[in-house]
């Protein structure tokens, strides 16, 4: 149900939180989130253009975010990657009678959507960082990739 | 978040349950769910793979349900439609030591996921037609499109 664009966009914000905002380059955030350079360079420009980040070139340039972790959610990530997920705001088979009164069954979809979009405006990249989870977002190739990009390595 | 291809599989089998179970031929079906016959056909052929419909070929022949719709839910239709939706079992960036525990971005992507799989396991294919919401599902397609398939016109 979550897009392979909307996962890999997820993926380079929380990477950025993770380095404290940024800025890195995007083959760095490429190479920790696994994701393929030219396909996230696309997702970057979308971010950068939903304002959710700042681009700047040259050394020492790159991504970076906007603004505090804490106050961009999910859902704007999502949003800025996609347009949003989706809700279906009038009959999708163009039922004219139906008008804003969705039937049964595209109501049920919508309830879905709803509740998905509840939960991913309700939950920030900054929350995400501080969960108390056993498991970090993107922790071993931090640990291991991300020290070799940045041209050093612990062992 | 709801792929085409689903909402195209939930507008045939809600179809289908409309009429008493069918059978119908593809033309018909595409006519009245505004879905493009060359897709249906494929949709059809994996709703039958998955034993939700029937096909019978020749006069009086075409697609019908294989069970009452009250035993199929709609969560069966996107299964047989597309395998699924996308429950995340693992870490999607294949980190070892993560296993079968996700972060918390994986975590919070899986609860949204999982509730709306709850939702779809518990409503059935008869629970849409049953709905007393004003909107019926194919309603205006049912009643002008449908009877001029069957070769008749009320006016």
Chains 1, 2 share one sequence.
Do not use: N
Request: net charge positive; glycine share 12%.
């Amino acid at each position: 149900m979550i897009s392979q664009t909307a996962e890999y966009a997820l993926r380079a914000v929380v990477y950025l939180a993770r380095i404290g905002g940024g800025p890195a380059v995007t083959e760095e955030i490429a190479e920790i989130t696994h994701v393929p350079p030219g396909y996230l360079a696309r997702i970057l420009r979308d971010l950068s253009k939903a304002g959710l980040l700042t681009a700047r070139r040259g050394v020492g340039g790159g991504f970076a975010l906007a603004k505090p972790a804490g106050t961009i959610t999910v859902w704007d990530v999502l949003e800025a990657a996609e347009s949003g997920i989706g809700r279906i705001q009038s009959c999708p088979l163009g039922i004219g009678e139906h008008g804003a009164s969705l039937c049964a069954l595209h109501q049920l979809l919508d309830d879905v959507i709803a509740a998905a979009e509840r939960s991913f405006r309700g939950t920030s990249i900054q929350d995400i960082l501080m969960s108390p989870r056993k498991s970090k977002p993107l922790c071993q190739t931090l640990a291991t990739t991300g020290l070799r990009v940045k041209g050093k390595k612990t062992e």
